[in-house]
């Protein structure tokens, strides 16, 4: 059988509930600025992309 633990690791705590919102806050930020980079990336990738095509069709 596991120990007891302490009150604030009950998840029922206010502790406990200001750790998971902060979490689940932070995630969000997080997963937000990580789609906005990859979207940037994406869109550059694209711009290089496009500017190859463009010199490669000028060479022939």
Do not use: C, D, I, W
């Amino acid at each position: 059988m596991a120990p007891s633990l302490p009150q604030f690791y009950s998840g029922t705590s206010t502790l406990a509930l200001v750790a998971r919102a902060s979490a689940f806050t932070a995630g969000l930020v997080y997963g937000n600025m990580k789609l906005k980079v990859l979207k940037m990336n994406a869109k550059s990738h694209k711009k290089t992309e496009a500017k190859v095509e463009a010199q490669a069709e000028a060479h022939h």
